[in-house]
Protein backbone atom coordinates (compact mmCIF):
# COMPACT_ATOMS: atom_id res chain seq x y z
CA UNK A 1 0.00 0.00 0.00
CA UNK A 2 0.81 3.61 -0.35
CA UNK A 3 1.68 3.96 2.86
CA UNK A 4 4.37 1.82 3.33
CA UNK A 5 6.11 3.05 0.37
CA UNK A 6 6.18 6.46 1.76
CA UNK A 7 7.62 4.81 4.90
CA UNK A 8 10.28 3.59 3.08
CA UNK A 9 10.91 6.67 1.56
CA UNK A 10 11.80 8.19 5.06
CA UNK A 11 8.52 11.01 4.59
CA UNK A 12 6.97 10.80 7.97
CA UNK A 13 3.07 10.38 7.89
CA UNK A 14 1.38 9.91 10.93
CA UNK A 15 -1.49 7.11 11.55
CA UNK A 16 -3.16 5.34 14.37
CA UNK A 17 -4.49 2.80 13.51
CA UNK A 18 -1.98 0.74 11.33
CA UNK A 19 0.37 -1.79 12.83
CA UNK A 20 2.17 -4.81 10.05
CA UNK A 21 0.48 -7.60 11.93
CA UNK A 22 -3.28 -6.51 10.94
CA UNK A 23 -4.70 -5.10 7.70
CA UNK A 24 -5.19 -1.94 7.05
CA UNK A 25 -8.60 -0.15 7.31
CA UNK A 26 -7.61 3.22 7.31
CA UNK A 27 -10.28 3.91 9.91
CA UNK A 28 -7.70 7.04 12.00
CA UNK A 29 -7.68 8.85 8.85
CA UNK A 30 -4.54 10.60 9.71
CA UNK A 31 -2.44 8.59 6.44
CA UNK A 32 -4.18 11.16 4.19
CA UNK A 33 -2.79 12.09 1.36
CA UNK A 34 -3.48 13.91 -1.72
CA UNK A 35 -2.94 12.23 -5.26
CA UNK A 36 -3.04 12.89 -8.48
CA UNK A 37 -1.85 11.52 -11.90
CA UNK A 38 -0.44 13.54 -15.23
CA UNK A 39 -3.17 12.43 -17.25
CA UNK A 40 -5.75 13.66 -14.60
CA UNK A 41 -5.49 17.34 -16.15
CA UNK A 42 -5.48 18.66 -12.67
CA UNK A 43 -8.00 17.25 -10.58
CA UNK A 44 -6.99 15.65 -7.27
CA UNK A 45 -8.22 13.49 -4.37
CA UNK A 46 -7.14 12.70 -1.33
CA UNK A 47 -7.18 9.21 -0.18
CA UNK A 48 -6.15 7.21 3.05
CA UNK A 49 -2.59 6.00 2.18
CA UNK A 50 -2.83 2.84 4.17
CA UNK A 51 -5.90 1.46 1.77
CA UNK A 52 -4.31 3.13 -1.60
CA UNK A 53 -2.59 0.59 -3.22
CA UNK A 54 0.45 2.02 -5.25
CA UNK A 55 0.10 2.26 -9.49
CA UNK A 56 2.80 3.52 -11.79
CA UNK A 57 2.79 7.66 -12.67
CA UNK A 58 0.77 8.33 -9.27
CA UNK A 59 1.92 11.99 -7.76
CA UNK A 60 1.36 12.09 -4.17
CA UNK A 61 1.71 15.05 -1.86
CA UNK A 62 1.91 14.16 1.40
CA UNK A 63 2.23 18.05 3.45
CA UNK A 64 -0.11 19.90 1.44
CA UNK A 65 -1.89 22.75 2.97
CA UNK A 66 -5.20 20.90 2.24
CA UNK A 67 -3.27 17.61 3.46
CA UNK A 68 -2.40 19.52 6.68
CA UNK A 69 -6.02 21.23 7.08
CA UNK A 70 -7.77 17.49 6.98
CA UNK A 71 -5.06 16.32 9.38
CA UNK A 72 -5.18 19.04 11.92
CA UNK A 73 -9.05 18.78 11.91
CA UNK A 74 -9.16 14.87 12.74
CA UNK A 75 -6.51 15.68 15.64
CA UNK A 76 -8.80 18.41 16.31
CA UNK A 77 -12.00 15.92 16.91
CA UNK A 78 -9.47 13.54 18.50
CA UNK A 79 -8.72 15.71 21.23
CA UNK A 80 -12.47 16.63 22.02
CA UNK A 81 -12.95 12.74 21.86
CA UNK A 82 -9.85 11.48 24.11
CA UNK A 83 -8.76 14.59 26.24
CA UNK A 84 -6.83 12.31 28.27
CA UNK A 85 -4.97 10.55 25.94
CA UNK A 86 -1.15 11.69 25.68
CA UNK A 87 -0.27 10.02 22.41
CA UNK A 88 -2.94 12.23 20.92
CA UNK A 89 -1.96 15.15 22.27
CA UNK A 90 1.28 15.10 21.46
CA UNK A 91 0.51 14.12 17.98
CA UNK A 92 -1.62 17.24 18.11
CA UNK A 93 0.99 19.28 19.49
CA UNK A 94 2.76 18.80 16.15
CA UNK A 95 0.41 19.92 14.55
CA UNK A 96 -0.11 23.06 16.56
CA UNK A 97 -2.98 22.15 18.41
CA UNK A 98 -2.88 22.62 21.98
CA UNK A 99 -7.01 22.72 22.94
CA UNK A 100 -9.65 21.46 20.94
CA UNK A 101 -12.23 23.88 19.39
CA UNK A 102 -14.98 21.38 20.12
CA UNK A 103 -17.09 20.51 23.34
CA UNK A 104 -14.80 17.91 25.03
CA UNK A 105 -16.74 14.33 24.96
CA UNK A 106 -18.30 13.92 28.85
CA UNK A 107 -16.45 10.51 30.55
CA UNK A 108 -14.34 10.03 27.99
CA UNK A 109 -12.73 6.93 27.58
CA UNK A 110 -9.93 7.92 25.13
CA UNK A 111 -10.86 4.77 22.37
CA UNK A 112 -10.62 6.18 18.67
CA UNK A 113 -12.42 3.31 17.34
CA UNK A 114 -9.91 2.23 15.37
CA UNK A 115 -10.66 -1.64 15.69
CA UNK A 116 -6.87 -2.18 16.29
CA UNK A 117 -7.69 -4.89 19.48
CA UNK A 118 -10.45 -5.91 17.29
CA UNK A 119 -8.13 -6.80 14.23
CA UNK A 120 -5.19 -8.07 15.93
CA UNK A 121 -7.55 -10.81 18.34
CA UNK A 122 -9.31 -11.93 14.50
CA UNK A 123 -5.26 -12.72 13.56
CA UNK A 124 -4.89 -15.17 16.07
CA UNK A 125 -8.04 -16.45 15.21
CA UNK A 126 -10.04 -15.99 18.50
CA UNK A 127 -12.10 -12.75 17.74
CA UNK A 128 -13.18 -12.42 21.64
CA UNK A 129 -13.57 -8.58 21.44
CA UNK A 130 -15.93 -7.06 18.70
CA UNK A 131 -17.58 -3.49 18.70
CA UNK A 132 -21.42 -3.06 19.65
CA UNK A 133 -24.17 -0.71 19.90
CA UNK A 134 -23.81 1.90 16.88
CA UNK A 135 -23.47 5.42 16.44
CA UNK A 136 -22.35 7.36 19.90
CA UNK A 137 -22.88 4.81 22.06
CA UNK A 138 -20.79 2.13 19.84
CA UNK A 139 -17.92 0.34 22.12
CA UNK A 140 -15.38 -2.27 21.89
CA UNK A 141 -16.53 -4.84 24.37
CA UNK A 142 -16.43 -8.77 24.41
CA UNK A 143 -20.25 -10.38 23.65
CA UNK A 144 -23.17 -8.99 25.69
CA UNK A 145 -20.69 -7.26 27.85
CA UNK A 146 -19.93 -10.58 29.95
CA UNK A 147 -16.94 -12.41 30.11
CA UNK A 148 -15.19 -13.20 27.05
CA UNK A 149 -15.47 -16.98 26.83
CA UNK A 150 -12.74 -16.90 23.96
CA UNK A 151 -9.80 -14.30 25.20
CA UNK A 152 -7.49 -16.59 26.13
CA UNK A 153 -5.39 -13.58 27.53
CA UNK A 154 -2.31 -12.97 26.00
CA UNK A 155 -2.70 -8.72 25.93
CA UNK A 156 -1.98 -8.45 22.22
CA UNK A 157 -5.38 -6.05 22.11
CA UNK A 158 -4.20 -3.83 24.82
CA UNK A 159 -0.10 -3.99 23.53
CA UNK A 160 -1.24 -2.81 19.89
CA UNK A 161 -3.89 -0.08 21.05
CA UNK A 162 -2.48 3.17 20.37
CA UNK A 163 -4.39 5.17 23.01
CA UNK A 164 -3.85 2.55 25.92
CA UNK A 165 -7.06 2.42 26.52
CA UNK A 166 -7.31 -1.36 27.57
CA UNK A 167 -6.50 -2.37 31.15
CA UNK A 168 -5.26 -5.12 32.51
CA UNK A 169 -3.84 -6.27 35.63
CA UNK A 170 -1.28 -9.20 36.92
CA UNK A 171 -1.24 -10.07 40.51
CA UNK A 172 -0.49 -12.70 42.69
CA UNK A 173 -0.05 -15.01 39.96
CA UNK A 174 -3.84 -14.08 38.27
CA UNK A 175 -3.72 -11.93 35.25
CA UNK A 176 -7.44 -10.12 34.80
CA UNK A 177 -8.92 -8.26 31.39
CA UNK A 178 -11.94 -7.89 30.34
CA UNK A 179 -13.50 -8.83 33.69
CA UNK A 180 -11.85 -12.30 32.71
CA UNK A 181 -9.48 -14.37 34.85
CA UNK A 182 -6.54 -16.32 33.88
CA UNK A 183 -3.61 -18.28 35.94
CA UNK A 184 -0.41 -17.31 34.58
CA UNK A 185 1.92 -19.99 34.42
CA UNK A 186 4.50 -19.90 37.21
CA UNK A 187 8.28 -20.57 37.03
CA UNK A 188 8.54 -24.33 38.95
CA UNK A 189 12.24 -23.02 39.81
CA UNK A 190 12.35 -19.79 40.70
CA UNK A 191 8.57 -18.54 40.95
CA UNK A 192 8.15 -15.95 38.04
CA UNK A 193 4.80 -15.48 35.97
CA UNK A 194 5.23 -16.14 32.60
CA UNK A 195 2.32 -15.74 29.96
CA UNK A 196 -1.28 -16.87 31.10
CA UNK A 197 -2.03 -20.71 30.92
CA UNK A 198 -4.76 -20.70 28.20
CA UNK A 199 -2.67 -18.67 25.62
CA UNK A 200 0.29 -21.33 26.22
CA UNK A 201 -2.11 -24.44 26.22
CA UNK A 202 -3.04 -22.19 22.90
CA UNK A 203 0.47 -22.21 21.18
CA UNK A 204 0.74 -25.78 22.20
CA UNK A 205 -2.08 -26.94 20.27
CA UNK A 206 -2.14 -24.76 17.22
CA UNK A 207 1.62 -24.38 16.50
CA UNK A 208 2.42 -28.01 17.92
CA UNK A 209 5.05 -26.43 20.84
CA UNK A 210 6.19 -29.24 23.12
CA UNK A 211 4.35 -28.38 26.64
CA UNK A 212 7.36 -28.41 28.62
CA UNK A 213 9.20 -25.27 26.93
CA UNK A 214 6.66 -23.67 28.63
CA UNK A 215 7.31 -24.59 32.45
CA UNK A 216 10.39 -22.29 33.19
CA UNK A 217 10.90 -19.01 32.61
CA UNK A 218 13.17 -17.80 30.51
CA UNK A 219 15.97 -16.70 33.01
CA UNK A 220 15.94 -20.72 33.89
CA UNK A 221 16.06 -22.27 31.13
CA UNK A 222 19.10 -20.00 30.37
CA UNK A 223 20.83 -20.98 33.31
CA UNK A 224 20.15 -24.87 32.72
CA UNK A 225 22.04 -24.41 29.28
CA UNK A 226 24.63 -23.05 30.62
CA UNK A 227 24.74 -26.45 33.46
CA UNK A 228 24.30 -28.75 30.98
CA UNK A 229 27.05 -27.05 28.40
CA UNK A 230 29.33 -26.57 31.66
CA UNK A 231 28.79 -29.75 32.57
CA UNK A 232 30.05 -30.86 29.20
CA UNK A 233 33.27 -28.55 29.51
CA UNK A 234 34.26 -30.59 32.29
CA UNK A 235 33.78 -33.72 31.30
CA UNK A 236 35.86 -32.96 28.21
CA UNK A 237 39.05 -31.20 30.31
CA UNK A 238 39.08 -34.42 32.52
CA UNK A 239 38.96 -36.88 29.73
CA UNK A 240 42.20 -34.62 28.43
CA UNK A 241 44.04 -34.86 31.19
CA UNK B 1 29.55 -18.17 1.78
CA UNK B 2 28.58 -19.77 4.97
CA UNK B 3 29.47 -19.08 7.94
CA UNK B 4 29.67 -20.75 11.97
CA UNK B 5 28.70 -18.98 15.29
CA UNK B 6 31.29 -20.62 17.59
CA UNK B 7 30.84 -20.83 21.04
CA UNK B 8 34.15 -22.24 23.08
CA UNK B 9 32.87 -21.91 27.43
CA UNK B 10 36.47 -23.77 27.81
CA UNK B 11 38.20 -19.96 26.92
CA UNK B 12 35.32 -17.93 28.18
CA UNK B 13 36.57 -15.61 31.05
CA UNK B 14 33.31 -13.99 32.31
CA UNK B 15 34.61 -10.73 31.27
CA UNK B 16 31.08 -9.87 29.97
CA UNK B 17 32.89 -7.87 26.84
CA UNK B 18 30.57 -9.50 24.91
CA UNK B 19 27.26 -8.05 26.85
CA UNK B 20 28.72 -4.56 26.74
CA UNK B 21 29.52 -5.10 22.79
CA UNK B 22 25.93 -6.42 22.06
CA UNK B 23 24.07 -3.95 24.23
CA UNK B 24 26.19 -1.10 22.73
CA UNK B 25 25.33 -2.11 19.26
CA UNK B 26 21.78 -2.35 20.06
CA UNK B 27 21.43 1.49 21.01
CA UNK B 28 18.35 3.29 19.93
CA UNK B 29 17.83 6.65 21.36
CA UNK B 30 21.17 7.39 23.48
CA UNK B 31 19.86 4.07 25.31
CA UNK B 32 22.21 0.99 25.07
CA UNK B 33 19.80 -2.00 24.83
CA UNK B 34 19.60 -5.22 26.20
CA UNK B 35 22.01 -8.14 25.85
CA UNK B 36 21.22 -10.31 23.57
CA UNK B 37 24.12 -12.61 25.03
CA UNK B 38 25.24 -14.00 28.99
CA UNK B 39 27.76 -15.23 30.21
CA UNK B 40 26.45 -17.70 33.19
CA UNK B 41 29.03 -18.88 35.29
CA UNK B 42 28.32 -22.57 36.22
CA UNK B 43 31.31 -22.96 38.50
CA UNK B 44 33.68 -21.20 40.02
CA UNK B 45 35.09 -18.66 37.29
CA UNK B 46 34.14 -20.81 34.91
CA UNK B 47 31.58 -19.76 32.51
CA UNK B 48 29.45 -20.32 29.45
CA UNK B 49 28.18 -17.88 27.33
CA UNK B 50 24.43 -18.40 26.56
CA UNK B 51 22.95 -17.17 23.16
CA UNK B 52 20.20 -17.78 20.30
CA UNK B 53 21.51 -20.85 18.82
CA UNK B 54 19.13 -20.13 15.70
CA UNK B 55 17.26 -23.56 15.84
CA UNK B 56 16.52 -25.45 12.67
CA UNK B 57 13.26 -25.79 13.93
CA UNK B 58 12.73 -22.78 16.38
CA UNK B 59 10.49 -22.73 18.74
CA UNK B 60 9.91 -18.84 18.81
CA UNK B 61 8.89 -19.12 15.38
CA UNK B 62 6.51 -21.69 15.70
CA UNK B 63 4.66 -19.93 18.76
CA UNK B 64 5.02 -16.49 17.12
CA UNK B 65 0.89 -15.68 15.85
CA UNK B 66 1.70 -12.88 13.96
CA UNK B 67 4.78 -13.72 11.56
CA UNK B 68 7.08 -11.37 13.38
CA UNK B 69 9.84 -14.24 13.88
CA UNK B 70 11.16 -14.99 10.29
CA UNK B 71 14.35 -16.37 9.17
CA UNK B 72 16.84 -14.62 6.97
CA UNK B 73 18.20 -16.96 4.62
CA UNK B 74 21.83 -14.81 4.04
CA UNK B 75 22.93 -14.94 7.10
CA UNK B 76 20.46 -18.11 8.57
CA UNK B 77 19.63 -15.92 11.74
CA UNK B 78 16.14 -15.34 12.98
CA UNK B 79 15.06 -11.81 13.31
CA UNK B 80 12.93 -10.04 14.77
CA UNK B 81 10.44 -7.90 12.80
CA UNK B 82 9.33 -5.09 15.52
CA UNK B 83 7.38 -3.49 13.17
CA UNK B 84 5.24 -6.76 13.61
CA UNK B 85 5.91 -7.37 17.13
CA UNK B 86 3.13 -7.02 19.49
CA UNK B 87 4.75 -7.82 22.64
CA UNK B 88 2.81 -10.80 23.46
CA UNK B 89 6.30 -12.69 25.19
CA UNK B 90 4.65 -15.94 23.27
CA UNK B 91 8.43 -16.38 21.89
CA UNK B 92 10.07 -14.99 25.31
CA UNK B 93 7.92 -17.87 27.04
CA UNK B 94 8.55 -20.82 23.93
CA UNK B 95 12.56 -20.07 23.30
CA UNK B 96 14.08 -23.80 25.11
CA UNK B 97 16.72 -22.02 25.90
CA UNK B 98 15.74 -18.99 27.33
CA UNK B 99 16.78 -16.63 24.21
CA UNK B 100 14.39 -14.18 23.39
CA UNK B 101 14.19 -11.92 26.26
CA UNK B 102 12.46 -8.57 27.18
CA UNK B 103 14.10 -5.51 27.13
CA UNK B 104 12.55 -3.19 29.72
CA UNK B 105 14.58 0.30 28.56
CA UNK B 106 12.98 -0.06 25.17
CA UNK B 107 9.77 -1.47 25.89
CA UNK B 108 10.52 -4.38 22.85
CA UNK B 109 11.22 -7.99 22.92
CA UNK B 110 15.09 -8.72 21.46
CA UNK B 111 16.67 -11.78 20.50
CA UNK B 112 20.08 -12.19 18.63
CA UNK B 113 20.34 -11.21 14.90
CA UNK B 114 23.92 -12.04 14.73
CA UNK B 115 23.81 -8.51 13.85
CA UNK B 116 22.99 -8.46 10.31
CA UNK B 117 26.32 -11.05 9.57
CA UNK B 118 28.74 -9.51 11.52
CA UNK B 119 28.46 -10.58 15.42
CA UNK B 120 30.19 -7.66 17.61
CA UNK B 121 30.16 -10.11 20.85
CA UNK B 122 32.44 -11.99 18.25
CA UNK B 123 34.66 -9.10 17.48
CA UNK B 124 34.76 -7.99 21.15
CA UNK B 125 36.06 -11.58 22.73
CA UNK B 126 39.42 -11.14 23.94
CA UNK B 127 39.83 -14.82 24.44
CA UNK B 128 38.22 -15.69 20.99
CA UNK B 129 35.87 -17.99 22.98
CA UNK B 130 33.10 -16.47 20.89
CA UNK B 131 33.78 -16.68 16.95
CA UNK B 132 32.02 -16.09 13.84
CA UNK B 133 34.11 -18.52 11.34
CA UNK B 134 34.04 -19.12 7.62
CA UNK B 135 33.17 -22.69 6.67
CA UNK B 136 32.47 -22.98 2.99
Known sequence: MLL?????????VPALCEHEAIEPCGSCRLCMVEITKKEWDGWKN???S???PVEDGLIVSTHTDQVMEIRKTILDLYMARCPGSEVIQKMAEEYGIYKTSYITVPDADNCIMCYACTRICEVLGKSAIAA?????????APPFGDVP???IGCLSCAHICPTDVIKWNDEDGTRTIWKKNFELITCKE????????EFADYIIEKREVPAEYFETCDDCKRAEVARKMGSLVTRAKEVSL | MMFRFEVNPSLCTGCRTCELACAFTHTKNQKPGRSRIYPIGYAKDEYVPVTCLQCDEAACIKSCMFDALRRNEETGAIELNLER??????CVAA???GCALIDNVHEEIVKCDLCGGSPACAQFCPTKALEYKKIA
Open chain 1, 4 to 12: AVIRREGVD
Open chain 1, 46 to 48: HVT
Open chain 1, 50 to 52: CLY
Open chain 1, 132 to 140: VERGHRKVI
Open chain 1, 149 to 151: PDC
Open chain 1, 190 to 197: CGKNIISR
Open chain 2, 85 to 90: CVKCEA
Open chain 2, 95 to 97: CPF
